[in-house]
């Protein structure tokens, strides 16, 4: 009989690709939009956010919580103020409703600054307070995001390029089965190219399950 060829497996830590150079291998569930945003967009919305005050997590980056607050230090969920998302996220909702992209009504946000080389480990945004669609807005510099499935042979990691006014989005399987990471580094290498970090800034937008809510109100 003929041998049998099977399709080389992609390496664990792979190299920074596009969306164009690595789209049959995301998982089901994950959506990207480049040029998402305009530059204008992009411009006020870089101005609305650093209008504001930011919260310093220990030995790493920059954050801003609107809607409710996820406390890193007790790993559970803190109502805020106002319990609204702030009026200059208005237009970016009423985009991603309008296009259809996240047609949901979200009411969490968190917006990171990453600086240098800083990142996020890896990680699922938590099942138990949040429901399943996330989406993720990109801001300012690059970086690549690494997705992994949590299980052994359910996939292959991918080194997605993030770029400035794009979008993700996650459901399904890419939301609930596999991980998401920014890895720690100065840049970002392709297999003809590099990225150099600058500051980024994104803006991940989540729906609260409706028990989380519940328990914010009995607080």
């Known amino acids: 009989p003929p041998p049998v060829r099977h399709q080389p497996r992609r390496p664990q830590f792979p190299l920074t690709e596009h969306y164009s150079e690595c789209q049959d291998y995301l998982p089901q ?10 530059v204008a967009e992009e411009a006020r919305l870089l101005r609305e956010i650093d209008s504001r005050e930011w919260s310093s997590l220990p030995g790493s980056r920059r954050t801003q919580q609107y809607g409710a607050l996820f406390n890193y230090s007790t790993q559970r969920l803190e109502s805020l103020p106002s319990s609204q998302l702030p009026p200059f996220l208005a237009s970016v909702v009423h985009q991603l ?8 009504i979200p009411d969490q946000t968190i917006i990171n600054e990453y600086v240098d080389d800083q990142g996020i480990a890896p990680h699922v945004d938590k099942r138990l307070f949040f429901e399943d669609h996330i989406c993720t807005i990109s801001l300012g510099g690059t970086a690549a995001l690494l997705l992994a499935p949590l299980t052994p042979n359910a996939g292959d990691a991918v080194a997605l390029l993030l770029e400035p006014r794009s979008l993700l989005t996650l459901e399904g399987p890419a939301r609930t089965s596999w991980q998401h990471s920014i890895p720690k580094r100065p840049l970002d290498i392709g297999k003809n190219r590099q990225w150099p970090r600058t500051r980024r800034v994104s803006i991940t937008i989540r729906v609260l399950k409706p ?9």
């Open 29 to 38: 569930g994950a959506r990207y939009y480049p040029s998402f945003l305009s």
């Open 97 to 104: 409703q309008q296009t259809g992209a996240f047609p949901h």
């Open 211 to 219: 028990s989380a809510k519940a328990m914010l109100r009995s607080h």
